[in-house]
């Protein structure tokens, strides 16, 4: 109580106080301000179910990463090496988490506990459900092996069929089933039993309400438009750095501690060769896109290594946060998606005549290929 009482105490004096960019960059409380959102099959072009989240935190090793050889399920994953903040594997199970809000059952300070990562990094080696996935957090919260500070967390899992949000405090979980349309969350808890946990300031509500209006307003944007919801149009969504004027509220969905993105794509029809995390490695704004087939066998070296985060660092205090993202690399994207959708199709085929080990290395070429054209284009 007395540590949440500070917190309170401590954001109240920055509300009183003047809060330009560089200042809500470095604020504690807001130091996590992930943003996700669900996307199913009825709303997207390709039939596929999408799980995004655009992650954010002071972690700057951010890398790719396989699972390792002897694990009960392949996956790929993004986070730092050997734990998942999201992946996907072989069955066609996504999941990705969130912070949560400051609580009342915050998790005792034994750091011997699975912190989320742990959690995430485990329940992809043994699920393949997305509900599997829901008894799997279940009983580890039931068991009291949680860890993440001071606040609870929310998670988020998508199979071929459904998805569900599951948020927590380290002694209460509740879970909210969605199987179609889309569903948007920043920090903040909006699950039935979850408003009477939270202790959170106005100051954090509001803005994680604001990021989720904008990741609700770009997906509704894309509806208006086009009628379904694109990866594509996800890359430029999770970009979005600036909110509308008369926002009082100054991050977006992509701010200065936006460390990664993944769109993870689940294909229901061939979800362990076909299904792919599209990932950026490193600040969303100073890198382009990449796409990782879950069959991925292995990857380029600069994606394993912290080069590649650490060079979107390094442009972004040189450029700052509002640099127009360059021309060569909106166009290095568009290009990438178009040789890969053409390969999924191949792939499609092959795997219709029951051809798997020419798909697998079809989507393996394919991927190599797009990632070293990455690398050079980064200048890695």
Request: with cysteine.
């Amino acid at each position: 109580m007395k540590k949440n009482l500070s917190m309170v105490v401590a954001c109240g004096a920055l509300l009183l106080s003047a809060n330009p960019v560089d200042d809500v960059a470095d604020d504690p409380e807001l130091e996590h301000e992930c943003t996700s959102w669900m996307v199913f099959s009825d709303l997207t072009k390709n039939n596929t179910n999408i799980l995004h989240k655009n992650r954010d935190s002071k972690a700057r090793k951010v890398v790719a990463f396989l699972s390792p050889e002897n694990s009960a399920r392949k996956y790929i994953a993004l986070g730092l090496k050997g734990y998942a903040n999201m992946g996907v594997n072989t069955s066609g199970l996504a999941g990705v988490m969130n912070s949560g809000e400051i609580c009342i059952n915050p998790p005792d300070a034994d750091k011997s506990k699975k912190t989320t990562p742990q959690i995430m990094t485990a329940i992809l080696e043994s699920c393949d459900t997305a509900a599997q996935a829901v008894a799997k957090l279940q009983e580890l919260i039931k068991a009291g092996d949680y860890w993440h500070g001071s606040k609870g967390s929310i998670f988020f899992f998508m199979d071929l069929n459904e998805g569900y949000i599951c948020e927590i405090t380290a002694k209460f979980v509740s879970v909210q089933r969605y199987d179609s349309g889309f569903t948007v969350r920043a920090n903040i808890w909006q699950n039935p039993g979850m408003y009477q946990q939270m202790r959170s300031t106005i100051k954090y509500y509001l803005n994680s309400s604001a990021r989720a209006y904008i990741a609700l307003s770009g997906l509704n944007q894309m509806l208006d438009k086009d009628g379904k919801i694109s990866i594509s149009g996800i890359f430029d969504l999770s970009r979005h750095w600036k909110m509308p004027d008369e926002s009082p509220e100054k991050r977006s969905v992509c701010f200065m501690s936006t460390n990664s993105t993944a769109s993870l794509e689940i294909d229901r029809q061939y979800p362990d060769v076909l299904s792919t995390g599209y990932i950026t490695i490193g600040h969303p704004q100073n890198t382009v896109y990449i796409p990782v087939p879950v069959c991925a066998e292995k990857l380029h070296p600069a994606m394993e290594g912290d080069e590649w985060a650490k060079m979107t660092w390094v442009r972004l205090k040189k450029l700052g946060l509002g640099a127009p993202f360059p021309a060569e690399w909106a166009k290095f994207e568009q290009d990438f998606m178009v040789k890969y959708v053409k390969a999924k199709d191949d792939a499609r085929k092959l795997l219709d005549a029951g051809k798997r080990t020419e798909a697998v290395k079809l989507m393996n070429t394919t991927a190599a290929e797009i990632w070293s054209d990455a690398v050079k284009l980064m200048g890695l």
